[in-house]
């Protein structure tokens, strides 16, 4: 999904570096809205012909590959703005993981049942795993973005902090076009350059894309069956080990110190059932295989602190991170899969008074605040600088926190 680098980009950077990082882009940015921009964007493509063929891109492919590319300068201010919102993770998963992405998912599991079969087969990745992947990062295939990858790895190649970074993305898509694999108009993905139903980055592409149709190309953009087998190889070459689950949600004693705890922190579970966790119904640890299988030892995962929802997590939850690397993207592929397999939301409330909105719910945030006169753009379920801009003006209105975020105590007030 879009979202996808923005949380791989931040999370990897240290507050300072952060800071300087976004100074630096908006001098960028600032800079490239000129003419001169695009100058400097020429002269450095030309500049970046030679270590291109140093990274096996041929001269006659580059040529052909970047004839007419200008430079994107809205994607530096894309990634400018990255950094604003720190959401709460009840509506990072309120969103990620709602009864409509449910009933898509149980359709398409359906749907791609032997292919889910053959997969699970050659890989070791059950079929709800992988569909969970595959509704979180593009909806099934219907959010593949929207960025022409040469333009934007080519701009992220000549402009901003983190060029070198970018470069090896930028010859790695120019090696895939050399190759075949897709069709350059249809390479279209993230502003970060994520692409496909899987949303690979291009040089996890050339490391473990699948080719599962058997055509000789291997195809995120336009085959299912290449997308949810190179889902399924990533996640069996980050670990994953199909004789356990990735955790399952369970009962702290009141008072349990979690300071020190985290999914890294891996302990036997015998050791948890000993400091008192249950399962999150007050049953027993499954020490011996039932649901938990093979699964030994687990890290204590409470994303919201003790009082929220808590979790043992085993190594298959570590395989779904290295995807994407932050606790609550882990969280939403882990808990979509259980939901796709027929189980319910957590049980234990998040710790909040104003939990997060569905997509449904927040469609109808839009309609009732396009409602009220605010335009709002589009109604697509989701809430974007117009929407938030319409929802600080209810908000001031209604005495309410002006901060931006609609939960379901703006959602009353407005219905
Ligand atoms: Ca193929």
Redesign the pocket.
């Given at each position: 999904m879009l979202a996808m680098f923005r949380l791989i980009s931040i999370s990897c950077l240290p507050r300072a570096q952060l800071h300087r990082f976004i100074c630096m882009l908006a001098t960028a940015a600032a800079m490239a809205t000129s003419a001169w921009g695009q100058t400097e964007f020429q002269q450095c493509l030309s500049g970046l012909r030679n270590p291109a063929k140093a990274a096996g891109v041929k001269e006659d492919s580059f040529a052909r590959f970047t004839h007419g590319l200008t430079a994107d300068m809205g994607i530096l201010d894309k990634m400018n703005n990255q950094p604003e919102f720190r959401m709460p993770i009840w509506d990072y998963l309120a969103a990620l993981v709602d009864n409509e992405r449910v009933a898509e998912g149980q359709a398409q599991l359906a749907k791609h049942h032997d292919l889910l079969d053959k997969v699970a087969a050659q890989y070791g990745v059950d079929p709800a795993t992988v569909v969970a992947v595959w509704g979180v990062e593009s909806n099934f295939g219907q959010t593949l973005g929207k960025y022409q990858l040469t333009q934007a790895l080519g701009t992220l190649s000549c402009f901003g902090s983190r060029q070198n970074y970018f470069r090896g993305e930028f010859y790695a898509t120019l090696r895939i076009l050399q190759a075949g694999h897709i069709e350059p108009e249809r390479l279209v993905g993230s502003w970060a350059g994520a692409f496909g139903h899987t949303q690979f980055m291009p040089t996890t592409f050339e490391r473990l894309a699948q080719?599962?149709?058997?055509?000789?190309?291997?195809?995120l953009m336009d085959?299912v069956?290449?997308a949810l087998a190179s889902t399924a190889y990533f996640l069996s070459k980050a670990g994953w080990n199909s004789a356990q689950v990735w955790g399952f949600e369970v009962k702290l004693p009141v008072g349990t110190d979690v300071s020190g705890e985290g999914r890294k922190t891996k302990r036997p579970l015998n050791e948890w059932a000993a400091r008192g966790l249950t399962q999150v119904d007050g049953s027993a640890l499954p020490l011996n295989g039932g649901p938990a299988g093979l699964m030994i030892t687990a890290g204590l995962m409470t994303p919201a602190g003790a009082k929220g929802p808590a979790f043992l997590v085993s190594r298959n939850f570590d395989a779904i991170y290295s995807y994407n690397a932050a606790e609550s993207y882990g969280l939403a592929i882990a808990h979509l899969s259980d939901r796709l397999r027929g189980a319910g939301p957590f049980s234990t409330p998040w710790p909040t008074d104003d939990a997060g909105l569905s997509r449904a719910e927040r469609r109808e945030v839009q309609n009732l605040l396009s409602g009220r006169g605010h335009d709002i753009g589009e109604i697509d379920g989701v809430l974007g600088d117009k929407s938030r801009i319409a929802i600080k003006a209810e908000q001031s209105r209604l005495s309410h926190e002006v901060n931006g975020r609609a939960g379901q105590k703006l959602l009353r007030a407005l219905r």
């Open positions: 080719d599962f149709d058997g055509d000789g190309r291997r195809d085959s069956p290449d």
